[in-house]
């Protein structure tokens, strides 16, 4: 064996002994660094980042920002359910620490690659260091071919588009010999859409309305939370007391019949008695003038109203009168009627009085001689 291939066997072998003494196993050559690679130079750092999927991403492949090859992807492994990878950086690349990784493809057939960018949704923040996470909330990917041609094959065989010949056919058949129906309705769709634009401001106006309105019941929240927190139990109330609820009405109804058959039978009677009292109300009727002369006297008593000018002349008036102070006309003016009838009458006649000449129910076959009980005045102590 020539020396040169003894040395090529010996490396080699070195190679193989290097990395099973490593613990990483042999996985392939994209296992090993390979010369000439970004990210192995003076002042290179380590990266991870999360991303959700690699698809046939291998070790040793190319990180680029902005289209230039920056770094190198060292590792790949499985954490949890997404992807960890290891990334090396030149030292001069500079990041911000809230930077995207995607998974990034050159061109239609190239390579796959790892793509870092600045955030485009957020203001960069710090700047990622050795060691720094580009975590999976950051993480995005670009189509692959694959993907764009299995889209494009479900679109043209599976989507709509060999369905738009059918469509059309179908339109047309549906719309032949009713053109004119078609004219009239494109017509009442444009003249409704007219009155619609027309109605804008009411449309506004009435949504406002609405708003105002739900707003109300917004600012209400808790007498609302509350009612609906009540009307369950009040509705079990009510189911409860169904039973008595049904009797109750029942009864109501019962009533309602008995009270229209009360009317039913009463109303002959009801209606004669309102016949008799018609004379009633218009003898009432008749003597209201002299009724109304007669109210005259009680503000000016004992003097009539009306002839207050023939007494009084001046600023004097003369007045006759003559005051039966006797037992008997007391008796016959205050206590006629009263359990006192005819005491002060019988006084007087125990004291020898004359009594006078006005006619008297003690009388004439009255208290004193128990004439006529019909014409003997009532007394509130008889029968005791």
């Known amino acids: 064996m020539r020396p040169a291939s003894r040395a090529g066997l010996a490396i080699v072998i070195a190679t193989l002994l290097m990395a099973t003494l490593s613990g990483c196993g042999w996985r392939g050559l994209n296992t090993l660094p390979m010369p000439g690679t970004e990210g192995r130079g003076p002042g290179s750092y380590t990266v991870y980042a999360q991303l959700p999927d690699v698809n046939n991403l291998q070790p040793n492949s190319r990180v680029r920002v902005g289209d230039v090859t920056v770094g190198t992807v060292t590792r790949i492994e499985r954490q949890d359910w997404h992807a960890l990878l290891t990334i090396r950086l030149n030292g001069d690349v500079q990041l911000p620490a809230n930077a995207t990784a995607g998974l990034g493809q050159t061109s239609l057939l190239g390579s796959l690659h790892i793509e870092l960018a600045p955030p485009k949704d957020e203001a960069p923040q710090g700047r990622l260091r050795d060691g720094g996470i580009i975590p999976l909330a950051s993480a995005a990917s670009y189509p692959t071919t694959d993907q764009t041609l ?3 094959s479900t679109f043209l065989n599976g989507g709509g588009i060999r369905h738009v010949e059918e469509i059309t056919k179908a339109f047309a058949t549906a719309v032949n010999g009713r053109e004119q129906d078609l004219r009239s309705l494109i017509a009442r769709l444009d003249t409704f859409m007219s009155d619609t634009n027309k109605q804008t401001d009411d449309i506004i106006g009435a ?15 808790d007498v609302v939370d509350t009612a609906l927190r009540t009307i369950p139990d009040a509705l079990t109330v009510l189911k409860d007391e ?4 049904t009797e109750l009405a029942d009864q109501l109804s019962k009533f309602g019949e008995s009270w229209s058959n009360s009317i039913g039978r009463t109303r002959e009677t009801l209606v004669a008695e309102l016949n008799d009292l018609a004379p009633v109300a218009e003898s009432l009727a008749n003597a209201g003038p002299a009724l109304l002369r007669s109210l005259h006297l009680f503000p000016s008593y004992p003097f009539f109203l009306d002839t207050v000018p023939n007494f009084f002349r001046g600023d004097a008036a003369n007045l006759t009168a003559i005051i039966d102070l006797t037992l008997s006309r007391l008796d016959a003016s205050f206590f006629t009627g009263t359990k006192w009838e005819c005491d002060l009458t019988e006084l007087e006649l125990q004291w020898g009085r004359t009594i006078g000449q006005f006619p008297s129910p003690c009388l004439n076959g009255g208290h004193f001689n128990q004439g006529n009980p019909l014409t003997v005045p009532y007394r509130t102590d008889q029968g005791a």
Do not use: I, P, S
């Open 150 to 152: 299995a889209a494009v």
């Open 207 to 221: 949504t406002d309305n609405f708003n105002n309105l739900v707003d109300k019941f917004a600012t209400q929240k």
């Open 242 to 245: 169904r039973e008595k609820l």
